[in-house]
């Protein structure tokens, strides 16, 4: 090689080595085109592997700024179901009651009573509505009342957001109803037995005239075996309910201000189910009217006592992840 050339070699080998370390400083991705017209014979530096497409299963795997939070023995419902024939209510764990036997007009329960229809005022758009119809007389009434389909509660978090009415949709107010939100035993002859309940009374009921929220825990189902609170309000509209079942105590909330406490006798001793309800103590005159109980969303975690500000965030995260429905109990 003549000397001219070895002088030109080494000038191109020696701007070589300083555009290869700028490659490297720089991530190789401004100057690769420059280093591939510079070598064309030699082989193209290609992206980083930090710039490269990823690979399916990787774009299939949320980032963990979108993946949902990884909870276990939680229950979460927003009721996005498009009725009580739906098969998604059943595959979810719930069922709609039209067994006979009270409380209530006795074996007046019905399917024909419990909807899901658009609310405005619903978080997410969407509620269960549990409605009781009556013209004053026993065969014109039907009652409401969702179920869960297994016992898979006892200690833990309940909350659901439930709207409460003062008065009938159509018809004349007075009747003495019941608005409920209640844990159970699957049965009655179940020992040991426990019952956590939510009752709304706006008309009262039982000889008292006065608009009341019962709260009350059950420890039999012997007459008066149990521990209760009377909270004498009108709540015509939507409230947070809350039960904290944990440590041997039991806690009701309204709206995050508790109502009380029991101790370990009358807090759960057992697996129970969970229900919403709305049914009639008695027919105190003729007329048709129409009442709705409304339920936004329900949400229990085993297991775990938490405050109202942990159930809205997760509540809220999992409205606006779309998330309608999530069961890990057990998982």
Known sequence: MPPA?????????????????????????????????????????????????????????????????????????????????????????????????????????SSSGVSFPSVASAQGGQAMQLQVRTDGTRPGTTQSELRSTQSSFQNGTYAARVYFTDGPAVGQNGDHINESFYTISPSTTITPYSELDYEYLPNGGWGDPRSVLDTVSWHSTAQGDRVYHPQYTRLHGWHLLTITAQDGRTTYALDGNTIFTNDAAHSPRGPMDVEFSTWLIDLPFTGDRTWNMQVNWFYYQAGKAQTLQQIQTAVSHYYTSGTYYLNTLGH
């Open 5 to 109: 050339s070895k002088s030109t070699s080494r000038t191109r080998k020696a701007f070589s080595l300083v555009l290869f370390l700028v490659l490297v400083a720089g991530g190789g991705l401004a100057l690769g085109p420059l280093w591939a017209v510079l070598h064309p014979s030699g082989r193209t530096v290609g992206p980083s592997k930090t710039g490269a497409a990823p690979s399916a299963a990787a774009a299939r795997t949320p980032s963990a700024s979108t993946r949902r939070p990884a909870t276990s023995g939680l229950l979460f419902d927003a009721f996005h179901y498009t009725g009580p024939s739906d098969p998604a209510l059943q595959a979810h764990g719930w069922q709609v009651r039209t067994s006979a036997g009270g409380p209530g007009i006795s074996s007046t329960w």
